[in-house]
């Protein structure tokens, strides 16, 4: 699976569209980008995933560059409940989820 | 909807004793589990895959006697951590793989906290 870099912590303003980047140079023409978040103290939550086009869902928006080297994770309206860590994993076929140290976002009042 | 539980969400126990973990599949069948274990300010670490009717295969470091993994049927997977220590103190978490789907997503359970005294 493809190694992803992402920035460690981020803040947001309540109410504003959060966006957190995430590096996947390495990843392989057959991986998706999958996106999950840990609310503190609960088992991670699948938000979104992709493989070429951008995607959107009720939660959040993906949005994956042409030579598919990066992506961005896009909330909105960011609300207090918002607060998690947000990983970025590049998956291929049906294999299993590789956790990385992830982004801790901090949505601020 | 693809929700998967865990039961108990917390268990203390004593030392030396053994603790089941129960994770299911409510409205999906999952050929596949997975059990993660994350300790305070870490990632989850993935300690097997389980595979409905067959033996779990473990990951590099991860004891299989330890750490009994049953797959019975296509929504339950156990875990049991026999003998357990103060050191195996975690927060254990459960993934189901979405049957019903090509590309299998993962689902998560809501996790168990395990206290060894």
């Known amino acids: 699976d493809a190694k992803t870099t992402q920035p460690p912590s981020m803040d947001c303003a309540e109410g504003r569209a959060a966006n957190l980047p995430c590096n996947h140079s390495?990843?392989?023409?057959?991986?998706?980008v999958y996106w999950y978040r840990q609310i503190h103290s609960q088992g991670p939550q699948y938000i979104i995933h992709?493989?070429?086009n951008n995607e959107t869902n009720e939660m959040a928006s993906l949005i994956i560059t042409e030579d598919r080297k990066s992506s961005t994770l896009i909330l909105p309206h960011a609300t207090l409940r918002d607060t998690a860590v947000y990983y970025c994993?590049?998956?291929?076929?049906?294999?299993?989820?590789?956790f990385g140290t992830g982004t801790r976002l901090t949505i601020i009042p | 909807g693809a929700v998967v539980s865990q039961h108990p969400s917390w268990v203390i126990c004593k030392s030396g004793t053994s603790v089941k973990i129960e994770c299911r599949s409510l409205?999906?069948?999952?050929?596949?589990m997975f059990w993660y274990r994350q300790f305070p300010k870490q990632s989850l670490m993935l300690m097997a895959t389980?595979?409905?009717?067959?033996?779990?295969?473990?990951e590099q470091g991860v004891e299989k006697d330890k750490f009994l993994i049953n797959h019975a049927s296509l929504t339950l997977s156990t875990l049991t951590v026999t003998s357990a220590h103060p050191e195996d103190s975690s927060f254990y978490i459960c993934?189901?793989?979405?049957?019903?789907?090509?590309?299998?997503?993962?689902?998560f359970g809501p996790g168990t906290r395990l206290l060894v005294l």
């Open positions: 992709g493989l070429k």
């Open positions: 409205d999906f069948q999952a050929t596949t």
């Open positions: 389980s595979n409905e009717g067959s033996k779990a295969t473990y």
């Open positions: 390495t990843i392989s023409g057959n991986e998706y």
């Open positions: 994993i590049g998956r291929s076929g049906n294999e299993k989820l590789t």
């Open positions: 993934s189901a793989r979405d049957g019903r789907t090509e590309l299998g997503t993962q689902y």
